[in-house]
C-alpha cells in the first residue's frame, strides 16, 4: 500500500513539474524577440514549356559565345513569360556588352519582380556606369520590394563610381529602410570611392542591436581600411 501511494505521489510530482516547465516555456517564448530580419522568400522554380526551352538554349548559346544578340535579348524581353524574360535580362548582362544596357534599363520597370531583380543583377554584371543607370537603379532601390531593391544596391556596389555613394547613404541613413535593403547597402558601401560620409553612415551601424547588421557594417569597415 505505502509502495503505491509513494508511486502515485511521485508520478504527481512528475506531472507538475512537466506542466510547470511547458508554462515556463511558453512563457519564455511569449517574451523573446520577434525576428525582425528574415530575408524574404526567394522565388520557386517555374517549369518552362518547350517552346521556352529552346528560347533558352539559345541564350545560353549565345553566353557561350561571348556575343550578345540584341534582336534575340529584345525579342523575348518583350515576351509574355517573365521567366524567360528574367533569363535573357540574365544572358545579356553576363556577356558584358552595353549595347544591352538601354534594354536592361528598361526592364527594371517590368511589371514582374522576377524579371525587374533579374534586370538589376544584369546591370551590376554589366558595369555601365552611366548617369542614367545609376539613377534608375537608385529609383529601384527605394521600392517597396525588398529583394529587387536589395539587387538594385548590390548592382551600384558591382558598378562602384561615386555616383552612387547618395543613393547608398540615404539607405543607410533612414530607420525605414528594409533590414534587408540595408544590409545590402552595407555591403555595397566599400566597393565605392573612399569617402567620409559614406564610412560615417557605414560607422552608425556598426554598433546595432541586430548582429546580421552589425557583422555586415564591420566587415565593410575593414574593406574601407
Given amino acids: 500500500m505505502q509502495v503505491r501511494l509513494r508511486n502515485s505521489f511521485a508520478r504527481s510530482v512528475g506531472v507538475v513539474a512537466t506542466l510547470a516547465t511547458l508554462a ?3 512563457s519564455l517564448a511569449a517574451c523573446a524577440p520577434r525576428a525582425v530580419d528574415r530575408a524574404p522568400a526567394a522565388p520557386q522554380p517555374v517549369l518552362l514549356s518547350v517552346q521556352d526551352a529552346e528560347h533558352v538554349a539559345r ?12 534582336a534575340l535579348v529584345a525579342a523575348l524581353l518583350g515576351t509574355g513569360s517573365p521567366e524567360l524574360r528574367a533569363r535573357a535580362a540574365v544572358a545579356a548582362g553576363r556577356i558584358r556588352d552595353r549595347h544591352a ?10 511589371p514582374h519582380p522576377t524579371v525587374r531583380r533579374s534586370a538589376a543583377f544584369a546591370l551590376g554584371e554589366l558595369g555601365d556606369s552611366a548617369e542614367y543607370v545609376i539613377a534608375a537603379l537608385a529609383d529601384l532601390a527605394v521600392g517597396p520590394d525588398a529583394l529587387v531593391a536589395a539587387e538594385a544596391v548590390a548592382a551600384m556596389g558591382q558598378v562602384g563610381i561615386a555616383a552612387a555613394q547618395p543613393a547608398l547613404e540615404l539607405l543607410l541613413g533612414s530607420e525605414r529602410t528594409l533590414p ?13 570611392p573612399r569617402s567620409e560620409t559614406l564610412t560615417a553612415a557605414v560607422q552608425r551601424w556598426a554598433q546595432h542591436a541586430d548582429a546580421e547588421t552589425r557583422w555586415r557594417a564591420h566587415y565593410s569597415l575593414q574593406r574601407i581600411g
Avoid: K, P, Q, Y
Fill in 24 to 26: 515556463m516555456l511558453s
Fill in 101 to 110: 544596357t538601354t534594354m536592361l534599363v528598361a526592364a527594371l520597370e517590368d
Fill in 59 to 70: 541564350l545560353i548559346r549565345m553566353e557561350d559565345g561571348r556575343a550578345l544578340d540584341t
Fill in 180 to 192: 534587408h535593403v540595408r544590409h545590402a547597402a552595407l555591403l555595397a558601401a566599400w566597393r565605392l
